[in-house]
């Protein structure tokens, strides 16, 4: 049995959105280890030149706001351009979080967290599995949702409800786009530290909340590696609508 081959990403295109933060150049610098050529999406091109500069060939940095639609067209068209083909992986990675307490939170900080980590994740998808259909190719669309999709903590009214709304809509993807070949899954991450959430876990607050994690530890982004390769490469092709949690057992913790 080819283990390695199961893995592998040769010949492959994927475009990762919010490739400029923590995870999503980890995203990218996975697949790109795994053969595949990686299309950088962000709005910060400074920080996604850098990451093309170090991981070289089969990279291109492409512009991309997701809160503006005109934006995403012209994304994958030049990620098409630059890589030869349309891109058969996309890791739905783009998100923010505002986080404040439920009565303080203004109609303009819902709409920005439902715009990039609900709306996005759709408008994006959509016209990823569009090209994919119109061209006849089998595809993996991987929705970054968390476990809070799953259970809330104080404070981030928006962003539970985005990311638990980004669970169901990778389920209805997954079902209608099965007729085209494109698998849609979903990763869960647990409390991973990131720019969004750093000061939090440095707090008081944050520290006790790592403790009710059973393992008493964040996760780290090398440890969402194994489940990316999975989802996005033919090991997992019989996989689809499913969501893969790596949270150290937070989610099935009572406490």
């Known amino acids: 049995m080819d283990i390695a081959g199961l893995f592998s990403l040769e010949g492959r295109r994927a475009l990762v959105t919010g490739a400029s933060g923590v995870l999503g ?9 795994a053969g595949a050529s990686v299309a950088l999406a962000a709005r910060r091109m400074e920080a996604t030149a850098g990451l093309a500069a170090e991981l070289g060939p089969r990279v291109v940095a492409v512009p991309l706001d997701v ?24 890791v739905n990675n783009a998100g ?14 819902w709409d920005s967290v439902l715009e990039v980590n609900l709306r996005g994740c759709f408008l994006v998808g959509q016209e990823a599995a569009r090209r994919l259909a ?18 809330i903590i104080p404070g981030v009214a928006g ?11 990778t389920r209805q993807m997954a079902v209608e786009l099965a007729r085209y070949g494109i698998r849609v899954n979903a990763i869960a991450p647990g409390y991973v530290a990131t720019d969004i959430n750093r000061d ?3 707090s008081e607050p944050g520290q ?8 008493r530890r964040l996760g780290t982004p090398e440890e969402l590696t194994g489940p990316l390769l999975l989802l996005a ?12 949690t790596v949270d150290g057992g937070h989610s099935v913790n009572p406490l």
């Open 233 to 244: 490469s033919a090991a997992g092709a019989h996989m689809t609508g499913a969501t893969v």
């Open 96 to 109: 923010i979080a505002v986080t404040k307490p439920f009565l303080q939170q203004g109609i303009e900080d």
């Open 159 to 169: 962003y539970t409800a985005a990311k638990a709304g980004l669970l169901h809509l």
């Open 208 to 215: 006790a909340m790592i403790k009710r994690i059973p393992q």
């Open 134 to 151: 119109a061209a006849k190719q089998p595809g993996s669309i991987v929705n970054i949702a968390s476990v809070l999709g799953e259970r």
């Open 67 to 90: 809160t503006r639609p005109e934006t995403i067209a012209p994304c994958f068209d030049a990620a098409e351009a630059a890589l030869g083909g349309p891109c058969d992986i996309l």
């Open 25 to 33: 150049a980890h995203f990218a610098r996975v697949l790109h280890a």
């Open 200 to 202: 939090f876990f440095a």
